[in-house]
């Protein structure tokens, strides 16, 4: 089964490069059936999922806490908060200007979406497994002159531990501007210095995570978004998702996504439930469970540690799990109290809204 999805994948890989996908062939052959297709009375459409929106105070929440909560974030970068206990919106926030139908970039807290894509394919058998060889999917990594690149995994990717030079975090020089303005983005990526082996020392890179996106878009045969849009989009109901790509055209895996808060809640309820929506396993749940438990210590300034994209830290009293984006885009998952909440903000201190949050909101669990 490996071998054929393979197989198909390399195959429509080809097209992909060509420019030209297997429907466009087949309409440019100029055969018609001459049997006309069999008829099949239609089955009944399954509504498509909605949030339903209940009485905090039925979901052991405290209005009053949850009005000081609202009260605390205006006037702050923040411009929507959105809360799910119970599989309900609970509670619901947006700053002047902005709705339930406002789309916001999650920035960073794309990799987590991309990190679920990775699992799904590996699943289906387009990786061997996490430990298989970047260069087996970008045989590119074998033209760089460094060879330890050629020994880089998709492990390593994944927890950002490429040993690739990158400068993003914290302050000082960041090598973002440069790194957006390429004319080839993994050209570029790939040709960051080795300052450490792979798989010894975290540094956060959305260069790691663009080269897990082009991997993907390369074993599949397929642009990411359309990928996502059949395996997590669509079955999640998310209607407001668009991402960015980079001069190629492949997925900007790393940061380029968009969606209203609502939809960025599903994709967390999701990964809450374990990778199940509606009966049906999207997610593997290994994956869910392996890509939210720690696989690498992070930077250890109290962000959180680090597993497959997702980051990990404790939430006040509470163990949280998180997808997690520049100027304060969030999206957190507290299992403990059947809990998620959607945090999106403007540019700005990338803690506040986390802050207020752990301040504000969860002191508003009464049970």
Not at 15 to 33: D, R, Y
Not at 168 to 176: A, K, P, R
């Amino acid at each position: 089964m490996r071998h054929r999805r393979r197989l198909a994948a390399a195959l429509a890989a080809l097209l992909l490069l060509a420019g030209c996908t297997a429907g466009q062939g087949a309409e440019g052959n100029g055969a018609e059936s001459s049997t006309p297709a069999a008829e099949t009375p239609s089955e009944p459409e399954t509504p498509a999922f909605e949030w339903a929106v209940e009485d905090p105070a039925d979901h052991g929440l405290d209005p009053a806490a949850l009005e000081r909560f609202h009260q605390a974030l205006e006037g702050t970068v923040v411009e929507a908060a959105v809360t799910i206990r119970d599989g309900v919106i609970v509670d619901e926030y947006y700053a002047d200007g902005y709705d339930a139908d406002s789309t916001f970039p999650i920035h960073s807290a794309s990799k987590s979406v991309t990190s679920a894509l990775f699992g799904i394919a590996l699943e289906e058998g387009y990786f061997n497994g996490i430990d298989d060889l970047l260069a087996d999917c970008l045989p590119e990594v074998n033209d760089q002159a460094d060879t330890r690149k050629q020994s880089i995994t998709m492990r390593d990717l994944l927890t950002q531990t490429s040993g690739l030079e990158w400068y993003e975090w914290g302050s000082g020089y960041h090598n973002w501007e440069e790194f957006r303005a390429a004319d080839n983005w993994v050209d570029y990526i790939l040709s960051r210095e080795m300052v450490a082996e792979p798989g010894a020392v975290f540094c956060y890179s959305t260069g790691n995570t663009h080269l897990i996106g082009a991997a993907l878009e390369r074993a599949t045969g397929r642009r990411l978004m359309d990928y996502a849009g059949e395996k997590l989009f669509g079955p999640l109901g998310i209607t407001s998702a668009e991402w960015g790509t980079d001069p190629q055209g492949i997925a900007d895996a790393g940061n380029g996504l968009t969606m209203t808060a609502r939809d960025a809640a599903r994709f967390g309820q999701l990964f809450l439930q374990g990778g199940q929506w509606e009966g049906e396993q999207l997610v593997p749940a290994d994956w869910v469970s392996a890509s939210t438990t720690t696989q690498a210590m992070g930077y250890g300034d109290g962000t959180g540690s680090y597993g497959y994209q997702w980051w990990i830290r404790q939430m006040g009293a509470y163990d949280s799990f998180f997808a997690f984006g520049a100027y304060g885009q969030y999206i957190i998952v507290l299992p403990e109290l059947d809990m998620v909440t959607v945090l999106t903000s403007a540019p700005g201190n990338s803690y506040t809204a986390r802050n207020l949050m752990i301040d504000y909101l969860l002191p508003a669990v009464v049970e």
